[in-house]
């Protein structure tokens, strides 16, 4: 099996997390869940740094961020599915 680019703790979650250096746009990532240790192919839209977010759906404002099941914040600006999930589009909802 190829090492995975992407991991997803939980299926109900709508984000996952980068786990390669230099993972670059245009990159078909190998997906691996692993609360069953299924997989899945999704194309990332950008180059995004080790340890960040990247949407595994179509996400509005103001919809909540899922990952390892819970929620971790909300949308404050559109994503497309593919594209970098952080803070200049998500945020918190403690504050």
């Not at 709508?14 to 869940?33: P, Q, R």
């Not at 960040?52 to 949308?75: C, F, M, N, P, W």
Request: glycine fraction near 6%; aromatic fraction near 4%; include cysteine.
């Amino acid at each position: 099996m190829d090492h995975p680019h992407l991991l997803v703790h939980d299926k109900e979650d709508n984000v996952g997390v980068v786990v390669v250096e230099d993972l670059k746009a245009n990159t078909e990532m190998l997906c691996v869940v692993t609360a069953d240790n299924s997989d899945f192919r999704l194309v990332v839209k950008s180059d995004i740094p080790i340890g960040h977010k990247v949407a595994l759906s179509d996400l509005s404002e103001g919809q909540t961020v899922t990952k390892y099941g819970e929620d971790i914040g909300r949308i404050v600006a559109p994503v497309a599915v593919g594209e970098h999930v952080h803070t200049h589009n998500c945020k918190t909802k403690r504050w």
